[in-house]
T-cell receptor, first 112, second 114 residues
Framework: NAGVTQTPKFQVLKTGQSMTLQCAQDMNHNSMYWYRQDPGMGLRLIYYSASEGTTDKGEVPNGYNVSRLNKREFSLRLESAAPSQTSVYFC???????????FGPGTRLTVT | DQQVKQNSPSLSVQEGRISILNCDYTNSMFDYFLWYKKYPAEGPTFLISISSIKDKNEDGRFTVFLNKSAKHLSLHIVPSQPGDSAVYFCAAGGLTDSWGKLQFGAGTQVVVTP
């Protein structure tokens, strides 16, 4: 039972390159979330998916796209990476009927 | 504009003493509040939550207090242990918004010294 897994753990991109961050959960939760964490800013919601087949923008969606491939997987894509997207990215799922979210270990992304 | 604020970026406390972390919010529509703990190179882990209909919730060494009139909550850790050294995030959500959408504070780094 791995919980929430994220790949890759680390990535370095050049400006303009694209990449997809992967997230998978084995807890059978409906809702999934993508956050970014920057120094002094806490975690900010990029996109979320309340259930399979639905996605919605969060607080900072510009420059990102998401896909909820199935109930288990929720991916985040950067089409043309920019240095401002250098951050740590966390995926999370929501315990049904509760408040708390379970987070993955994060992906540290650097855009040069 | 940050709706959840943690104004103390760091806190140092002696082992065995009480740690008090503070959090203020501006949105009166928040219905529930959570505290998360984060170690370096790991994802945040859930600690404790409180609904806006309560003013206190306790779980072992952790107690969260909510003062709705002041839009303020605090986390008390008693007694503090070395393993409590981490960054603590306050978060808030509203029932009228999509369930699970959270606003996070910037975090407070806690260091527990021997």
């Amino acid at each position: 039972n791995a919980g929430v897994t994220q790949t890759p753990k680390f990535q370095v991109l050049k400006t303009g390159q694209s990449m997809t961050l992967q997230c998978a959960q084995d807890m059978n939760h409906n809702s999934m979330y993508w956050y970014r964490q920057d120094p002094g800013m806490g975690l900010r919601l990029i996109y979320y998916s309340a259930s399979e087949g639905t996605t919605d923008k969060g607080e900072v969606p510009n420059g990102y796209n998401v896909s909820r491939l199935n109930k288990r997987e929720f991916s985040l894509r950067l089409e043309s990476a920019a240095p401002s997207q250098t951050s740590v990215y966390f995926c999370a799922t929501l315990l049904p009927g509760a408040y708390e979210q379970y987070f993955g270990p994060g992906t540290r992304l650097t855009v040069t | 504009d940050q709706q959840v604020k943690q104004n103390s970026p760091s806190l140092s406390v002696q082992e065995g003493r009480i740690s008090i972390l503070n959090c203020d919010y501006t949105n009166s529509m928040f219905d529930y509040f959570l505290w998360y703990k984060k170690y370096p190179a790991e994802g945040p882990t859930f600690l404790i939550s409180i609904s806006s209909i309560k003013d206190k919730n306790e779980d072992g060494r952790f107690t969260v207090f909510l003062n709705k009139s002041a839009k303020h909550l605090s986390l008390h850790i008693v007694p503090s242990q070395p393993g409590d050294s981490a960054v603590y995030f306050c978060a808030a959500g509203g029932l009228t918004d999509s369930w699970g959408k959270l606003q996070f504070g910037a975090g407070t780094q806690v260091v527990v010294t021997p």
